[in-house]
């Protein structure tokens, strides 16, 4: 991914300490870690930038992780995004119930296995990866169609002549290596 552009990991937390935690977990994998204290943080950043996964704080003043994460479910850009709620209380069934209700892939209690997070992120950062090859091919097929449907639009294939065929293979020439181009 070196050339690429590194996935973005959103960790939202009111507690900056549990943030500099998470950084330390996380360090060494290749990403780009996108630290917030609010939810109200956290939909303002998403608004703007992409990320592979959303790490949410559970508990938090104003806008709790539960309501943060039902606000990314129900935006079309955002809906995607794979959400690991974290949380500071002891494993609660309800409260895991209501996290997976809201969205979240996962719901960690605290204290957690750092190795399982670190795993657990790496997993969606590799499937953001290859999601974002497949919309980048996706988009290469469609620049190819379009070409095509071009060329095939100067040829004339609705029975015209051509009136000039060195001009018009030089058209095509043209908008073939245009099309190329924009592949590279």
């Not at 996935?7 to 507690?15: E, G, I, K, T």
């Not at 806008?63 to 995004?81: C, L, P, S, Y």
């Not at 209700?101 to 992120?121: E, H, N, T």
Request: proline share 4%; glycine share 6%; hydrophobic share 45%.
């Amino acid at each position: 991914m070196s050339s690429r552009q590194l996935a973005r990991v959103l960790a939202v937390d009111d507690r900056r300490e549990n943030l500099l935690a998470l950084q330390a977990i996380l360090e060494g994998l290749p990403i780009e870690m996108v630290a917030v204290t609010s939810g109200e943080d956290a939909l303002k950043r998403l608004l703007v930038e992409d990320y592979a996964v959303i790490l949410l704080d559970a508990h938090m003043p104003g806008m709790d992780g539960f309501e943060t994460a039902g606000h990314v479910k129900q935006r079309e850009r955002t809906r995607h995004i794979p959400i690991l709620f974290l949380t500071a209380v002891d494993y609660d069934p309800h409260l895991a119930f209501r996290g997976y209700q809201a969205g979240a892939v996962d719901y960690i209690s605290k204290p957690f296995d750092p190795w399982v997070l670190r795993s657990k992120v790496s997993v969606f950062v590799d499937l953001w990866a290859i999601q974002s090859q497949l919309a980048a091919r996706a988009a290469e097929n469609d620049a190819l169609g379009t070409a095509v449907d071009d060329v095939l639009d100067m040829l004339g294939t609705n029975g015209t002549p051509v009136a000039d065929p060195a001009a018009m293979l030089d058209l095509i020439r043209t908008r073939l290596g245009t099309a190329r181009a924009g592949l590279e």
